[in-house]
């Protein structure tokens, strides 16, 4: 991880962040890669990497991930 996260970075913290009681981050996975967003496979990449860079810790974000998932949600909004 460079220092930038990219789009499928930024969407999975925003995922992360609104995720709903009771769903695990494999569901997460599971639901960007039924979009399309990415595979399954790519999908347990990015968390391992998101973990690594401090950005997740046991699947729950951490403060540096929220403040993250915070800006791709503002990112997002139109």
């Given at each position: 991880?460079?220092?930038?996260?990219?789009?499928?970075?930024?969407?999975?913290?925003?995922g992360?962040?609104?995720?709903?009681?009771?769903?695990?981050?494999?569901?997460l996975i599971?639901?960007?890669?039924?979009?399309?967003?990415f595979?399954?496979?790519?999908?347990?990449?990015?968390?391992?990497?998101?973990?690594?860079?401090?950005y997740?810790?046991?699947g729950?974000?951490?403060?540096?991930?929220?403040?993250?998932?915070?800006?791709?949600e503002?990112?997002?909004?139109?």
């Amino acid at each position: 991880m460079n220092g930038e996260l990219d789009l499928n970075e930024r969407v999975f913290l925003l995922g992360v962040l609104t995720q709903k009681e009771g769903e695990t981050i494999r569901d997460l996975i599971l639901a960007l890669a039924n979009t399309g967003m990415f595979t399954p496979k790519e999908g347990k990449r990015i968390r391992k990497e998101l973990e690594a860079g401090g950005y997740l810790l046991e699947g729950k974000l951490t403060v540096k991930g929220m403040i993250e998932a915070k800006r791709a949600e503002e990112e997002f909004k139109l």
